[in-house]
């Protein structure tokens, strides 16, 4: 996951994957990690491909966050289980929008509220 001191510049993020987390916001959808892996060449049944995943998504919803926006990518989720993977609430707990005794899937479920609501 991302969690570099400096802040993040869009010319960091990774140009395919970002801009379809924003068609999929738009259009008041969700994806999931397996469908926007293959737009940076990822696998996600690799462990490596999955860290570098995180690190992808990671940056986007740190940038949307200093740009004052939602995490973006709460509109990624795992196929098994419809909410997102562990990073992504590493993430908000890091970026401090997220406590430790907060409900996880309460704050999924507002993020994605925030999120489609944002880019409608």
């Given at each position: 996951?991302?969690?570099?001191?400096?802040?993040?510049?869009?010319?960091?993020?990774?140009?395919?994957?970002?801009?379809?987390?924003?068609?999929?916001?738009?259009?008041?959808?969700?994806?999931t990690y397996s469908d926007i892996a293959p737009l940076?060449?990822?696998?996600?049944?690799?462990?490596?491909?999955?860290?570098?995943?995180?690190?992808?998504?990671?940056?986007?919803?740190?940038?949307?966050?200093?740009?004052?926006?939602?995490?973006?990518?709460?509109?990624?989720?795992?196929?098994?289980?419809?909410?997102?993977?562990?990073?992504?609430?590493?993430?908000?707990?890091?970026?401090?929008?997220?406590?430790?005794?907060?409900?996880?899937?309460?704050?999924?479920c507002h993020e994605v509220s925030r999120v489609h609501?944002?880019?409608?």
């Open positions: 996951m991302w969690r570099g001191k400096e802040p993040v510049k869009e010319d960091m993020l990774h140009r395919a994957i970002y801009e379809q987390l924003k068609r999929v916001a738009k259009r008041q959808q969700m994806t940076a060449g990822l696998d996600m049944d690799s462990p490596a491909d999955r860290e570098e995943m995180r690190k992808i998504l990671g940056k986007i919803s740190t940038y949307e966050h200093q740009s004052g926006r939602p995490m973006l990518t709460a509109v990624v989720v795992r196929k098994d289980n419809n909410i997102p993977g562990e990073g992504f609430f590493e993430l908000a707990r890091h970026l401090g929008l997220l406590s430790g005794g907060d409900d996880e899937l309460a704050f999924f609501a944002a880019w409608k």
